[in-house]
């Protein structure tokens, strides 16, 4: 499952082998974090220089440090050369030697520098995106970090689906109106983990549905228009009366719009006489529910008659 908050953690791998009586090792030090490299010559008489090699050429010469004021040479034991960066960034990212200064390999290390994920902001997909329906969008997740980030795709902010997606794309081919939703993306490496949110959201043209297509009842009793307009977007809906009219909230009729979900979005509206409002003939007719979108407008028809 998906991190919602993010954990922090401190890594700091340190592998040492021995090939050929060579130490060799690999650390992985988090940004601004100390390391220390070991380098031990039991072989050592006051005549053989010891020396640190890295991608900037010659580091050190016995306790000497040439190119580094962010480094020294530690001595527990007349034997030991160690390397200590006091304050690691990613400049010291390589490959670091010990040796002697004719050339014998002691020891060799590779240093990586590791940080938690970041999206990548100018990479990725933004919070919130528009797609019509039957498109194939692509919602993009960029992290950086090292170890490389793996990403993760999960649905919903409660509950929310792991999607079994793995990957910086997510591809919807021939989305669907119930493709509207959040989609979470998690970029984790051996640090920490993170997630970008991205709210999907697919317009489709707005159709209009009516309860009950033809309602009989007599004069001056109570009646109850209602229609369901579905669309994304919705702009407006109402009811016309049979002289081509808006039916707004009066004497005659109480009017409401309910508004159902976010994704998709669905109005319910409902047109309600008072009580001995019906009573001419001009009452009773075609009654349509009007419903418009951001694309196109929709109706359908109640027939009201006695």
Request: negative net charge; aromatic residues 10%.
């Amino acid at each position: 499952m998906f991190n919602k908050a993010g954990i922090q953690a401190t890594v700091y791998v340190y592998i040492i082998m021995m090939i050929t009586g060579v130490q060799t090792g690999k650390l992985q030090i988090l940004r601004g974090q100390s390391a220390s490299m070991a380098c031990f010559f039991r072989e050592w008489d006051k005549t053989t220089l010891i020396r640190w090699r890295s991608k900037e050429g010659i580091l050190t010469r016995g306790t000497q440090v040439y190119k580094q004021n962010n480094i020294e040479v530690q001595k527990p034991t007349e034997y030991d050369w160690n390397l200590v960066i006091k304050k690691a960034d990613d400049g010291f990212a390589g490959n670091y030697t010990c040796e002697t200064e004719n050339g014998t390999v002691i020891a060799q290390y590779t240093l990586e520098i590791i940080y938690p994920p970041r999206i990548i902001q100018d990479r990725s997909s933004a919070t919130r995106v528009v797609f019509e329906e039957g498109s194939t969008p692509n919602l993009t997740c960029h992290f950086s970090g090292v170890p490389t980030p793996t990403v993760c795709w999960y649905r919903g902010l409660r509950d929310a689906l792991d999607t079994g997606i793995t990957g910086e794309i997510l591809r919807l081919p021939g989305v669907t109106r119930y493709a509207s939703d959040s989609y979470i993306c998690e970029g984790k490496n051996s640090v920490s983990s993170v997630n970008h949110t991205i709210d999907l959201q697919v317009n489709f043209p707005v159709e209009v549905d009516v309860m009950e297509e033809e309602i009989q009842v007599q004069a001056g009793a109570v009646v109850s228009l209602v229609c369901a307009v579905e669309g994304q977007p919705i702009k407006e809906g109402y009811w016309r009366d049979p002289q081509g009219k808006t039916i707004i909230s009066d004497w005659k009729f109480n009017v409401t719009t309910e508004k159902d979900g976010d994704f998709p979005v669905m109005w319910f509206i409902t047109a309600t006489s008072r009580f001995s409002a019906l009573v001419s003939e001009y009452d009773f007719g075609d009654y349509i529910c009007v419903g418009v979108g951001g694309s196109n407008s929709a109706s359908k028809m109640t027939r009201l008659v006695k």
